[in-house]
């Protein structure tokens, strides 16, 4: 009941914005009836999960489950952390105490000058990939107690409902629900396992995030291992790389993209000529920033604040944004500014440069342009930020509608 009364408290604090139609008002309403019911339902496995309604946000379908099925996902979240998080690698970061994201990015930020070669990847589309069969047996050789597994089952087995219509879902977990990272951990537990071995054995070092994983190694024939591997234990999970996200080969100087962010070597590892132009102040080598799609999604919110009228949400959202790239990684150096000047980097995929200001070939005429600006953008920067970039913002302030009409989006 304690577990229960805690999933409570979150599901509330979850849905406190919903519309006064949500059926989260009539289970406050009855809460002193409910959760004794909703208890005593789980114990005797008795309980029968609602269908899920698919619901669109921006632009995105996700799973809405009814508010008393969303509480025992919850309280059977709760329950099973305890019982599969000690047997899951704390290679798998993304799970409440292994560290997060950012813990990841510093680790392979350090890992980095031990290495030459990197395998990064994930499983294109990881949620609806799974099989039901294969991550149910994982789940049963690891929790004995028949109501948890009934209701997992459940979980799995759903029913869909768009439109008036009814769908029974085979394979894939859904989306927007408590209980689906903790599943999405458990489903890769092989690789970790494997891969964990191979860190042993070979000395290679291994990283994931959810289904986003690297592998560094320091010589060919061990990437080629680990290649190998990899290929192997998906092809029995039923699983694939996404052809788009997967870099195998050299770690090389302009880096790799993992969770967002580009990584790259030290200066010493990369050319002697870019390491004389650094030394001389001529280069500037960024070891670590954010990646051009997600500089690219930044700037296409901040545009559609702008066009709304919304400044003063623009520039709470900038902050906001900044401070979540830049926390947890002390060598970020980025700043409000770097996003409305836009720049271009190139991601490890063809080396096309995506996002950012003029490129060489515009010549100086668009270049003047930019120094025009209608309405300064650095409405947007606090005062503090003004005073360290003021004569950057001398040089190329402008508005975000001249930001957008020049095509840095």
């Known amino acids: 009941m304690k577990v229960l009364v805690k999933a409570y408290s979150w599901l509330i604090n979850q849905r406190k914005n919903h519309s006064p139609n949500s059926d989260i008002w009539e289970l ?82 350090k890992k980095m000058r031990d290495y030459k070669y990197v395998m990064k990847s994930d499983v294109k589309s990881y949620y609806s990939s799974i099989d039901h069969t294969i991550l149910y047996n994982q789940f049963c050789e690891l929790v004995r107690e028949p ?41 890769l537990k092989t690789l970790d ?20 994983w690297v592998v560094m190694t320091d010589s060919r024939h061990k990437l080629r291992r680990v290649v190998k591997t990899v290929n192997q234990v998906l092809n029995k999970l039923k699983v694939e790389k996404h052809p788009d996200k997967t870099y195998i080969g050299r770690i090389k100087d302009n880096g790799f993209k993992f969770l967002g962010y580009i990584l790259r070597p030290e200066v010493k590892e990369v050319k002697e000529i870019k390491v004389n132009e650094v030394k001389e102040g001529k280069r500037k080598h960024k070891r670590l920033e954010p990646a051009p799609d997600t500089l690219k999604r930044c700037q296409d919110k901040l545009i559609r604040l702008y066009e709304r009228g919304e400044q003063k949400s623009a520039g709470n959202y900038l902050k906001s944004w900044v401070s979540w790239v830049k926390g947890g990684v002390p060598e970020m150096d ?21 996002g950012g200001g003029p490129s060489r070939t515009q010549g100086q005429g668009q270049r003047q342009r930019l120094k025009k600006p209608h309405v300064h953008a650095c409405c947007l920067v606090t005062n503090d930020e003004r005073c360290r970039n003021k004569k950057a913002l001398e040089a190329h302030s402008r508005d975000l509608y001249v930001f957008s009409r020049i095509g840095v989006t």
């Open 28 to 109: 406050r309403r009855h809460r002193l009836k409910r959760l004794p019911q909703i208890a005593s339902q789980i114990k005797n496995g008795t309980y029968q999960l609602s269908p899920v309604r698919i619901i669109e946000i921006k632009g995105k379908q996700t799973s809405l489950w009814t508010s008393s099925d969303s509480l025992v996902l919850k309280a059977i979240t709760l329950k099973l952390e305890k019982k599969l998080k000690p047997q899951i690698s704390k290679s798998c970061t993304h799970l409440k105490g292994h560290g997060g994201a950012k813990f990841a990015i510093r680790e392979c930020l």
């Open 147 to 187: 109501y948890l597994r009934r209701i997992v089952w459940q979980y799995l087995k759903r029913t869909v409902e768009w439109g008036g219509t009814y769908k029974d879902i085979e394979r894939g977990i859904s989306l927007g629900c408590p209980l689906s990272p903790l599943m999405a951990a458990l489903y």
């Open 193 to 212: 396992e494997v891969m964990d071995r191979m860190q042993e054995k070979l000395a290679v070092y291994y990283t994931r995030f959810m289904d986003d």
């Open 334 to 354: 980025f700043g409000p500014y770097d996003i409305l000047r836009g720049k271009g980097q190139k991601a490890e995929h063809g080396g096309k440069k995506v």
